[in-house]
C-alpha cells in the first residue's frame, strides 16, 4: 500500500475499429500513451506485483488460457518511465507498428508464456534516434524468473540474436548467449559517425548478468574517408570484453591500405587495447609499419564526435610520402623523416581535422644529402598552414619558411634545380614550361590572405633558364598577385642582346584572365633579332631579319586590347632584300590596326607608307586594308633582289600608289586604286631598253589602266578597263611596234655566257584581251602579227618572214593558231592547229611545208648544212614531250658536224616520225668521194636522246689524224644514247697516204717526248666508246713523202674513246722504202705491233737497208717509240761511230787513208755531229719537202759545221740528186766562205772500185779513184 501502481498513464487514447459486436471481435487501429509509468516491485519470495490471472474452479478452465490476443496497426508510448523499486529509473520512448502480442497462461507450471513481434520498432536512448528495429520475441515468465527463448532485433543489414535466461529476480543473475552482424553504414548511420563507408563486423560470445559479456570481434573490407584520406580494405581482428563501464579490444590487429587521392600505401599493425566507455574510445600503444618507417602512438575518440591521435612517426622515407599526393614524378632525392606528430579531428560533418608536426629530415644513406626540420599545424576546415621557423636543404635547394597562410608567411627559396620541389609541390617537370639551364631561382617575399584567397608578394629573380622551350638569360621583377589581380612592377628580361623592361597589371578572376579582364603595360624592347623574336613566339618563320627596337603602352581588355608604340628595326632585310631603317608608329584600337609616319630607307632608297587594317572579330587574316606608298626615284641596280633576277639591270623606278583591299584569308578583293609607275633609262647587258610608264586609277568600281614604253625602241601601248566586282571582268588591248627579238630575247631569257644571240628580228602586233581576271580559264585574247622577220643575226638578210598575217585566239583555255604562214630563202612553212592548256596533253599542231636545211647551222654552230626538207607533221603531247607524226624528205642536202673528219653531201632520202621516234626510212649521200648509206631510228622523248643507225661507206676517204689520208670501206653501227653510246663495226683500208713534213728519224725523236694528256671531251662524243675492226685489202700500199711503194697488212681493233683511243693488233710490212735520218733505206721486213689495251702504244720491228760511200749497212729498228733501240750494221764491218757518221754527215770512214785526204774540215765529235744533223733536219725540214718538189732533187739539207779546233760555227746547203743506185750527183755551197761552191759527181762502179769528180771550195777540179778491199 502506498506505492505506485504497475502501470498509470496521463493519458491513453485508443482507435479501435469494431470487426463484429456479436463475437466482441475489436481491432485497435492505434493506441497513443503520454508518460506512461511502470512500477515494477519485486517481493523477497520473488512474486512480483503483476497481477496472476483468476483461478477458476476445478473443472472450469484449461491447461492453458490465452490472456492477451493483442494486435495494434500503431502505438506510441511518449515520455516514459520504467522503474524497478529501489533499482532507478530508465526513461524510454517507443513508437511502432504492426504490433502483435499474444500471451498465454499456464496453470501448471504457473507461467506466462508469449510471442511479441513489431515491424518496425523505433527506439530512442539519450539524444540518438530514432532507430527503426523489427523485433521478434519469444517469452517465457515463472516466478522468481524471465526465460528469453528467442530475441531477434534487425534493422538495415545489421542484426542481433540473443538467448537466455534470468534468475532470482530479487537478485538478478543469469546467462546469455549473443550474436552479432553489423554493417559499418549501420552503426555509421545509428551512432552518426562520419566517413564509414563500407564492411561488416562479426561479434559473438557469451553474456551474464549482471551485465559483463565477452567475445571475438572479426571486421572485414572496412572503408573509411575523411576528406582526401581514406581507408580502403581494412581487416581488425580482436578480443572483447563488455560490462556496465566500459567495452574494450585487445590484442586488435589490423591490416589494409591507406589512401590519399589516387594514391595507395599498405598499413599494417596492431593495437594493444581499445577501450569504449560512455561514448568515449580510447586506444592504447598503437604501432603501424607504413611508408618505409613507423608510427607508434595513442588515440581517443571523445563522444563519438572527436579524435586525436599522438605519437611519433620513425623513418617515413620522403620519396615514398610525396609519391602519396604525387604520383607522376618521382621525388629525385629521398630523406628519412622522424618527430612528432599529432592530429585532432571530428568524426561529425565538415569537422575537419588538424595536424600538428615536428618533423626532422635525416639524410638516406646512398642518397644526396638532405636535412631540414618543420614545424607546422595543418587545418582542412581553413586549409591554414602555420608553419615555425622551418628549413630545407636538399641538393640543389634552400628553402627557409615561416608564419601562417591564413594569415602571413615568409618565403625565402633558392634553388637551381626545380625538380628538387616541383614533386613536393605536387606538380611534375612536364607540367611547368620552366626549365634552369645552369642558373638559379631567387625568391623572396610573403603570403598573406586566407588559404582560397592568398596575396602572393615578392621579389623573383631568375638567371639562364628556357621557358616554353626558349631560352632567357635574366628575369627580375616585383611580383603581386592575387585571385583577382596581377601586377609585375620594375621587370626587366635579357637574351643574348635583346633586353626588355616593362610593368604590367592584368586582372583576374579566380587566377584565370578572362575577355573582360582589364590589362595594362607599358614597356620597351631593345636589340631584338626577329627571326629570334618570331621563335620565341613558335610562329613560322618569316622571311625577315633586322634587330627591332620596340617602345609602346598596352591597355583595355584581354578581348579588346588598345595597343600604342613606336617601332623600328635596323640594318634588316626582307626576303634577303637589305635596307638601313624602317621605323613606323603603330596603333591597335577596336579592332583597327594603323600605321603612320612609317619609312624604309636602304642607302639612297626611301620609302614613305601608312595604312590600316580593320579586321573581322577574332580573325586577323581578314579585313578591310588600305596602304598609301610613295617611294623616290630608287636605282634598279641597288635593288638587291631584282638584280638576282634580272643581273645587269639598270635604270630607275619612282612608284606612288593608294588603294584598298577586303582580305578573306588567302583571298583579297581590290575595291580602290591610284597607282603611278614611273621607269627611266632601263638597260639590261650594257643595252639601252627605254622608259616606261604605267598608270591605273580606279572610279567606283571601274579600274582604268594605261602602258606606254619605248622598250627595245619599239613602242609599246597598252590600256585596259576593269569593273572592281565579281570576277573583275573587262578587257584590254597591247601594241607593239618593230619591237627587236634579240633584245626581247635578252630581257626575258638572257644567256648567263654573254654570247651574241643566235636569233635576231623583229615582230610588231597588237593582242586584245577579254575577260574575268579571277576567272584565267575564261580569258579571251586574240592576237594579230602583221609583221615578223627573224634571221640568223642582225645586218643579215633575213631569213624567215611572215606571209600575209599571223592570226592566233585564246578562248576557254584554248589557243588556235587561225593563220601562221612563214616563207624565207628555199624556205616556206605554214602552222595551224591548236594548244588545250588544261588539258594533260595540250598541243594540237599540223606543220607542213619546205624547209632550207641550212637553218640547222642556225640551232648549232657547228653544223654547216645545205640543202631542202620538205616536212608535214602533226604535233601532239606536251612541251617536254611532244608526239610528232609525220615525215621529212631530204633533197640535196649536206650536213657536216664540226668535230667530224667527213661531212655528207647530196643526201637525199626519207625520214619518218612516229610519237617519239624518227625512223631513217631511206638516205644515201656521199662523202670523201665515196657513197654512204645510212638506215636506223633516233628517240627523242624525255631525258636523253635514244639512237641506232647503220652506216655503210664504200671507198670513202677519211683525212684523219692530220696529214693522214685513208681510203677505206666501212660498215659501223652507231647505238646508245647522246649520253653514253658505242661505235661498232669494220673497216677496210683500201691505201692510205702520209703528208709528214719531216723523215722517220724526226718521228722516233718527237715520240720521245712526254704523253699529253687528252682534253676531255663533252656532249655525244664525250660518252662514245669505239669497237671497230680494221683490216687492210690484199694489195693496199702505204704512200708518202718519206716511203716509196710500202706494201703492208694489218689485222687491228680500235678501242677506247674519241678522247683516248687504244688499238690492238699488229702492222706486217712486206716491201718498200723509206727515209731515215735524211738516207733512204729499202725494208727488208718489219712489223708494228699494238698490245697496251689503254692507248696507241706501237712496238716496232723494223730492219732497214742502205748504201753509203759504197758500204752496205742494215739498222735493225725495234721497241716502243719511247724506247726505241737502233742497231746498226754495216758491210764492211765499221765501227758503230763510224756507221753513225757516214750516215749523218756522210764522211766516209776514218780507217781508210785514202778516204782521210778527202776530208775538208776537222772531224767533229759524234754528239756534236749528231747535234749537227739533227739542227740541219729542224732547219731544213720547213723548206726541204717543198724544194725537193720544185726542183726535183732527191735531197736537200741544211747543215750547222763545227770545224777546226776551234769549231767555229758553218753553215752548208747540200743539193743532192740519186740519178741511179750507183751514180749520185752533189752539189754544195758554204754561206759562211767567200768561195762557197763544191761539186761532185760519184759513181760506184763495182763494190771495189768507185770514181769521184769532185769541184772544190778553192777552185780545183780533181778525178779521184778509189778502190776498196777489206783484210782480215
Known sequence: AGKPPLFRADSVAAGLKIVSLFRRDIDIQSLDVK??????????????????????????????????????????????????????????????????????????????????????????????????????????????????????????????????????????????????????????????????????????????????????????????????????????????????????????RLSGEALYQASAFPVEGQITAVSVRNNDIGLRDISLALLGGSFRGESVIQSLARFRVRGEISGIQARRAVAIYNSRQQLPWDSLLSGAVTIDGSLRRNGGVQVSTNVTLAPVPGSPAVRGQVVARYDTLTGAVELAPSTLTLPNTRAEVSGAIGQQMRVHLETRDLNDILPVLGESSGSVPLRLENGALLFDGAVTGKPDDPQIAGKVNLTRFRYSGESIDSFQADVNASRQLLRLSNASAGR????????????????????????????????????????????????????????????????????????????????????????????????????????????????????SFVHDANRFDSGRLRVKVETNSMRLDQIQTLERVRPGIKGSVQIAAEGAADLAGANYRISDLHAEVTARNLESGGQPLGDAHLTASSSGSVLRAEFDSDFVHSMLHGQGEWRLEGDYPGTATVSFSKLDLAQLRDWVAPAKSGAAPAFAGSIEGQVKVDGPLLKPQLLKAELQIPSLELGRRAGDQFALRNSGPILASVSNSVLTVESAHFVGRATDLNIGGRVLFQQRNPLDLRVNGRIDFAVLHDFDADIASSGTMNVEAGVRGSPNAPDINGRAELQNASINYAEFPNGITNATGVVLFTGDRATIDSLTGETGGGKIKLTGFAGYGPGPLVFRL???????????????????????????????????????????????????????????????????????????????????????????????????????????????????????????????????????????????????????????????????????????????????????????????????????????????????????????????????????????????????????RIDPTLPGIQYNPQARLTLEQQVNPDLTFTYITNVTSANPQVVSVEWSVSKQWSLVAQREENGLFGLDVFYKRRFK
Open 496 to 611: 643574348g642582346m635583346m633586353r626588355a623592361q616593362f610593368q604590367a597589371v592584368l586582372g583576374l578572376r579566380d587566377w584565370k584572365a578572362e575577355e573582360s579582364s582589364p590589362i595594362a603595360a607599358s614597356g620597351s624592347l631593345r636589340n631584338a633579332a626577329i627571326p629570334d623574336l618570331v621563335a620565341a613566339f613558335h610562329q613560322k618563320a618569316l622571311p625577315v631579319t633586322g634587330v627591332l627596337n620596340l617602345t609602346g603602352e598596352l591597355a583595355g581588355t584581354v578581348g579588346n586590347p588598345q595597343a600604342s608604340g613606336d617601332i623600328e628595326v635596323r640594318q634588316g632585310a626582307y626576303q634577303e632584300e637589305p635596307f638601313d631603317r624602317l621605323g613606323a608608329r603603330v596603333n591597335y584600337t577596336g579592332r583597327t590596326l594603323s600605321a603612320s609616319g612609317g619609312q624604309l630607307t636602304a642607302g639612297s632608297k626611301q620609302v614613305r607608307f601608312e595604312g
Open 35 to 252: 508518460n506512461p509509468a511502470i512500477y515494477l516491485i519485486v517481493y523477497p519470495d520473488g512474486r512480483t506485483n503483476i497481477p496472476e490471472p483468476k483461478v477458476k474452479a476445478r473443472g472450469e478452465h484449461s491447461a492453458l488460457e490465452t490472456l492477451v490476443n493483442l494486435a495494434i496497426a500503431r502505438f506510441s508510448l511518449q515520455n516514459g518511465v520504467f522503474e524497478i523499486e529501489d533499482r532507478g529509473k530508465t526513461p524510454f520512448d517507443l513508437q511502432g507498428r504492426n504490433l502483435n502480442a499474444k500471451f498465454d497462461y499456464e496453470f501448471a507450471g504457473s507461467r506466462y508464456r508469449g510471442n511479441l513481434s513489431i515491424q518496425p520498432l523505433d527506439l530512442r536512448w539519450g539524444n540518438r534516434g530514432p532507430v527503426p528495429f523489427t523485433v521478434t520475441m519469444g517469452v517465457a515468465l515463472e516466478r522468481n524468473r524471465i526465460d528469453l527463448v528467442s530475441s531477434r532485433w534487425v534493422t538495415g543489414n545489421s542484426s542481433i540474436e540473443l538467448t537466455g535466461a534470468l534468475d532470482d529476480l530479487v537478485f538478478p543473475h543469469g546467462t546469455f548467449r549473443y550474436q552479432a552482424n553489423a554493417s559499418v553504414p549501420d552503426v555509421s548511420r545509428i551512432f552518426g559517425l562520419r566517413g564509414l563507408d563500407r564492411g561488416a563486423v562479426q561479434v559473438s560470445g557469451a553474456a551474464q548478468w549482471p551485465f559483463t559479456a565477452t567475445g571475438v570481434l572479426h571486421a572485414s573490407a572496412v572503408d573509411f574517408h575523411q576528406d582526401d584520406i581514406r581507408l580502403r580494405g581494412f581487416r581488425a581482428d580482436a578480443a572483447v570484453r563488455v560490462n556496465t563501464k566500459e567495452a574494450e579490444l585487445s590484442g586488435l
Open 950 to 1196: 647503220q652506216a655503210a661507206a664504200k671507198g670513202v676517204r677519211v683525212r684523219y689524224p692530220e696529214g693522214v689520208s685513208t681510203v677505206a670501206d666501212a660498215d659501223l653501227n652507231l647505238t646508245g644514247t647522246s649520253e653514253r653510246s658505242m661505235l661498232a663495226g669494220s673497216v677496210t683500208i683500201l691505201r692510205s697516204g702520209l703528208n709528214l713534213q719531216s723523215d722517220f728519224s724526226s718521228l722516233l725523236a718527237k715520240s720521245a717526248e712526254p704523253v699529253r694528256t687528252p682534253a676531255s671531251r663533252t656532249g655525244l662524243l664525250g660518252g662514245m666508246n669505239f669497237d671497230v675492226e680494221i683490216q687492210t685489202s690484199p694489195d693496199t700500199q702505204f704512200e708518202s713523202s718519206l716511203t716509196q711503194g710500202v706494201q703492208a697488212s694489218a689485222n687491228l681493233r680500235l678501242r677506247g674513246t674519241p678522247s683516248n683511243p687504244a688499238l690492238l693488233g699488229r702492222v706486217s710490212i712486206t716491201e718498200g722504202e723509206i727515209v731515215f735520218f735524211g738516207t733512204k733505206y729499202v725494208i727488208s721486213q718489219g712489223s708494228v705491233s699494238f698490245y697496251n689495251p689503254v692507248k696507241i702504244e706501237p712496238v716496232l720491228d723494223i730492219d732497214l737497208e742502205t748504201k753509203a760511200r759504197g758500204i752496205q749497212i742494215t739498222l735493225t729498228v725495234a721497241g716502243p717509240l719511247d724506247k726505241l733501240n737502233v742497231t746498226p750494221r754495216s758491210d764492211p764491218p765499221l765501227e758503230f761511230n763510224e756507221i753513225v757518221a757516214l750516215l749523218v754527215t756522210g764522211r766516209s770512214p776514218t780507217s781508210d787513208p785514202t778516204l782521210m785526204v778527202q776530208q775538208n774540215a776537222a772531224p767533229q765529235p759524234f754528239g756534236q755531229s749528231a747535234a749537227t744533223a739533227l739542227l740541219g733536219q729542224v732547219i731544213a725540214t720547213p723548206v726541204a719537202g717543198r724544194l725537193q718538189r720544185f726542183f726535183g732533187i732527191s735531197k736537200l
